[in-house]
């Protein structure tokens, strides 16, 4: 499976913004997958996690509230929905994916996109 991630950009602070991440493959839809970020000095984090099915997410409380997180197996597409943002959620945003159990912890997921740029200004 491999990752893409899309939807960056550049956004005025209260705006919104929705990130998509396409697999390739056929096993997407067997995969946790989430949502991490990584502003510049700072370690990767997490930001949001769905379970194989969607009927488990979870968030960092810093986007409780504001970003959602879901996804499509059709589509092999997850996607992150955000609104009201921060300048502090400038950073650049990769999805991840993993078997097993869901996990908040960039170490756990062994599968990764390349990352998307998101840049809120003040």
């Known amino acids: 499976v491999q990752l893409q991630a899309s939807g960056g950009g550049l956004v005025q602070a209260g705006g919104s913004l929705r990130l998509s991440c396409a697999a390739s493959?056929?096993?997407?839809?067997?995969?946790?997958m989430g949502w991490f970020r990584q502003a510049p000095g700072n370690e990767r984090e997490f930001v949001a996690a769905?379970?194989?099915?969607?009927?488990?997410?979870s968030y960092a409380d810093s986007v409780k509230g504001r970003f959602t997180i879901s996804r499509d197996n059709a589509k092999n597409t997850v996607y992150l929905q955000m609104n009201s943002l921060k300048a502090e959620d400038t950073a650049v945003y990769y999805c991840?994916?993993?078997?097993?159990?869901?996990?908040?912890?960039?170490?756990?997921?062994?599968?990764w996109g390349q990352g998307t740029q998101v840049t809120v200004s003040s």
């Open positions: 991840a994916g993993r078997s097993g159990w869901i996990s908040s912890s960039p170490a756990d997921f062994g599968l």
């Open positions: 493959g056929r096993t997407f839809s067997s995969y946790h």
């Open positions: 769905i379970s194989w099915s969607g009927g488990s997410k």
